[in-house]
Each structure stands twice: as structure tokens, then as C-alpha cells.
């Protein structure tokens, strides 16, 4: 599978470079969308799942400037209505290309259309304007004082596309609080001195008297849309998500940029929720919180055997600074199935492999393969699994429980973390059948994991700079082949709980360790099998 999938992606590169980039371009022709459409099922084939055939957006040769409708680059015009006469007029001729020309536009929401492709040409800054009273929403049924409408947004569309080189800014340190916490004194005294509003512990500042405590604006927002295509431009400085695309179908995110400053404030990057065929490649973040990270609406079904989210594939991808690289919830309750991430880059970001969920908003995910990931400067955990993610009652059981299972994870370097893995499953529903193949992570502490059953470690290399290699808890099934125990171990596995059983090691020499093995009272010692 992989030699196929490789000399494939090679060949999508080579064609790549002699085409413009999806629905860029004014003159389309056949040849140029086969070559795309080869690029893409490049990516969405000989994976380990079926994932349907993916296609572009295809839309008319006509363009539609917004300076035909009256748009003045700047900084003072408000261009609002053009932008909602050209998408209006685009989308009742049928369709075609809203172009955006070199300069700078400030505006109002936008709201697409079906069949209209956003286009930004290179050279191009829209900026949103930092007045709340601009995005208030009209209909009292469906609105309140503190919600406010996205600056981007479309529902119920289908044929859709923002592409170019330009850039989108949210201006969204007008909308954002900042916590005293992720900042220094220096930023943080910037803040209070422009004339924030502090709350009343002090920790916590608001840029104005209008946006406190109010439910924060989308940089973008799709819902319930068909066939969607983002394909280079810049997003950044968002007042909350900068992608945000729900209950969506057929969707490609691709070449986009998306940066926020590291104490920007629920700003995650990509966020994919109850989407269903998704391609996401060679894509750059840098923000605030969550990098890209894939969530799941409710479901009707039990079990979540019918799951919201379902056949991504993320590749080529860098995270830099972020609260996790790839993220999965913390809202998993409709169910996650048949995730492929591949040659992705974390760096200095707070955790880079970031499962979490909690009750009440857990779900089934399954069916999870991530491989030939690169970290380093891993701020907390390489890998980590938290299923009380907002500290809920964890013996209540009955109610939308976080269940990880069937995930694996290959080829993963990380050159620095405070802690290698920090795998935690609730007792009734420990994180079970979990896959971890060709792993070398450098860290402070090693490998840490609680209620967890059935994990197989296959060439795997962790040299914490103290402690215990493995710390098990309750947790049982594990089988170790050939695994490195290094020169001057203190302890290989400290093994703890009255569940923690049927532990075997094969082919995997512990001599180096000054202390192999350290159970505490409540293991057996039989709970070890050692295989030469």
C-alpha cells in the first residue's frame, strides 16, 4: 500500500506544478481539471479505509470584480454592499468567479452564495470591520444580544469555493478577551492600558464594553453544505474558529494559511464537525488553541454506529504553535470513523497527538490511522488521550461516554516533550485496542497509561530524562515487541492497580534497567511474561 500511495503522491506533485491551483484560474479546460482530479484521488486512495471519490467545484468563466458594484480599496469605505451585489449577481447568472483585486477592503459579513467561487487575488486584504453593531443579527427569533453573525458564512449551499493568494483578516483582537496567564507583563499591560474592560479578579481583560462574555464571531462558517473548496488564501487574526465547517459533504481544504497569535483565544485553526468525505493537505497553522481538529455533532443513532464524522484524510500538514497538532473533540458524541492523517509537522505546539472527550460529550471513535508524523519542542504530551477532559463525574456511565478504540498510530518522531503519552480511559470504557509502531520520542517523562486494554508496542523507543520508561495503571493486554530499554534506565514499567494483567514482552532486552520491573501491592507477579 504504501509504495502505491507514494509513487502516486509523487505524481501529483509533478503535476501540481504545472497547474494553477483549484479553480484559480479564469480559462479552465479539461485537461487541467483531469490533472486535478488525479491529485486528488492521489490523496484518497490506498488508504485503509474505502473513502469515496472526492471532486472540485467547477464554476463559469465569468468574473464579477467588486469594484463593478461599487468597492473602494482602503481603509474607510465599508464595502459591504458590494460585496453582497456581486455574490448576489453571481449566483443568479449561475455561477462564476467574485474576484477580489490587489488592495485593501474593509467590510461587513459576507455571505456566500452556491456556485460562486470567492476568489482573492494576489495583493488582496480584506478586513472585517471591528464594529459589533455591524454583524448584529436582524431576526429576534433566532438571535440575542451577545450573538453575533460570522464574517464569513454559508448554509445550505452546494458548488462553493474561496481560492487566490489573498488575505482574510477577522480583526479579531477588537473581539477577543485575553487571560492574563498566556501573555506577558508587557502585552498584557498594552491591553489594559488601551482601555480594556478587566473582570473582577483581574485575570482577564476585554478590548471593549460591547463584546464581554458575548458569543464571539466565526472568522468562516459553512453548514450543511455540498461540495466546498478552500484553496489558498490566508485566514488570521479570527475572533474565535478560523475554519469552522459543520454537517458538511465533500469538502477540501488545501494551500491555506491560517495564523493567530499564541494567546489569541479560542481560535482554532481547521475545525471539522459531522463532515463526512474530507481532504485536507498542505495546509499551514499557527493560532491560539486547537490546530486541526475534528469534532462530531449529536446522533440519533445508539452506539454511534451510523457516525456524524466520517472519511478524512489530512496530509502534508504543518502545525506550529497550537493547543494540540491533530485534535479529535472534545465533542465526539455522534461518532468518529475512518481518520487518515500522514506527513504531518508539530512544532512547539502543546500536545501533538490530542485525544479528548469527557461524559456528556463522548462518542465511539474508531478506525484511526495516523502515520509519519514529525514533532519537536512538544510543549506537554506527544500523545495524549483524556476522556475527562472537563473533569466530569467518571462514574456515571450511561450518558454519551468517550470510547477510543481501534487507533493506530506509526512512524512518529518527537525530538522533545514533557511527557512521551498520557493515555487516560474511564474504568467501565478504558481506551482498548490502540496500535503503536515505529515510535522514538525524546522526552522529560516517559510513557504514562490508565485504564487502557489491548495496546500493542512494536519498535518502539521512548528515553524519558527520568523516571519510570512505562507507568501502567489498571490496565491490561499489553504486548512490547522489541522495545528499547536504554543504558542507565532506572525502571522499565512500574505497573500499578489490582487490573493491570497480561503484560508480555518479546524480543526486548531489559538488562539495561537498574530496576526491570516495580509493582506496587495490588499486582501479581505473574501479571508479566517475559518471551526471549
Known sequence: ???????????????????????????SNNVKAADENTQLEAYTTNLPFNMPKLSLPTFQNKDFNITDYGAESGSITKNTDAFKKAITEC??????????????????????????????????????????????????????????????????????????????????????????????????????SAGGVLDSAGTTVWPNKQ???????????????????????????????NIDINSSENLIVRNTKIFNEYWAQNTDGIDISACKNV?????????????????????SKSNNDEPTLENVVIENCIVNHAHGGFVVGSNTDGGMKNIYVHNCNYIGTDSGLRFKSDIGNGGKVEDIYIDGINMKNIVNDAIVFDTNYEAKNTNNTSNKVPNFQNIHISNVFCDGAQEAANIKGLDA????????????????????????????????????????????????????????????????????GSQTNNIKLTNTNISNAKQPFALDKNVNSSAITINK
Not at 279 to 299: A, E, H, P, Q, R
Open 1 to 27: 500500500m504504501k509504495s502505491n500511495r507514494l509513487s502516486a503522491l509523487a505524481l501529483s506533485t509533478i503535476l501540481s506544478l504545472s497547474i494553477v491551483s483549484g479553480c484559480n484560474f479564469k480559462n
Open 279 to 299: 481532504l485536507i493537505y498542505n495546509d499551514t497553522v499557527n493560532t491560539g488553541d486547537d490546530g486541526i481538529c475534528m469534532k462530531s455533532g449529536s446522533s
Open 91 to 192: 449566483n443568479k447568472v449561475g455561477g462564476g468567479r467574485v474576484v477580489v483585486p490587489a488592495g485593501t477592503w474593509l467590510t461587513g459579513p459576507i455571505e456566500l452564495k452556491s456556485n460562486v467561487n470567492l476568489y482573492l487575488d494576489s495583493g488582496a486584504l480584506v478586513i472585517f470591520s471591528s464594529n459589533p453593531e455591524d454583524y448584529k443579527k436582524t431576526d429576534e427569533k433566532n438571535s440575542s444580544s451577545n450573538s453575533y453573525k460570522n464574517l464569513i458564512s454559508g448554509s445550505n449551499l452546494s458548488n462553493i469555493a474561496i481560492t487566490g493568494d489573498g488575505v482574510l483578516n477577522g480583526n479579531g483582537a477588537f473581539w477577543r478577551p485575553v487571560k492574563k496567564e498566556k501573555v506577558t507583563d508587557s502585552i498584557w499591560k498594552s491591553f489594559v
Open 211 to 241: 463584546v464581554v462574555n458575548v458569543k464571539r464571531p466565526n472568522l468562516l462558517n459553512l453548514s450543511n453544505c455540498k461540495s466546498v473548496l478552500l484553496d489558498g488564501p490566508s485566514f488570521e487574526n479570527s475572533p474565535q474558529f
Open 429 to 496: 470504557v478504558p481506551v482498548k485496542n490502540l496500535d503503536l509502531k515505529n515510535i522514538t520520542i525524546k522526552s522529560t517523562n516517559g510513557f504514562s497509561a490508565e485504564n487502557t486494554s489491548n495496546v500493542n508496542l512494536d519498535n518502539v523507543k521512548i528515553t524519558p530524562s527520568q523516571g519510570s520508561i512505562f507507568t501502567l495503571k489498571n490496565s491490561s493486554g499489553y504486548n512490547f515487541n522489541n522495545v528499547l530499554c536504554p543504558t542507565g534506565t532506572s525502571t522499565f514499567i512500574s505497573l500499578e
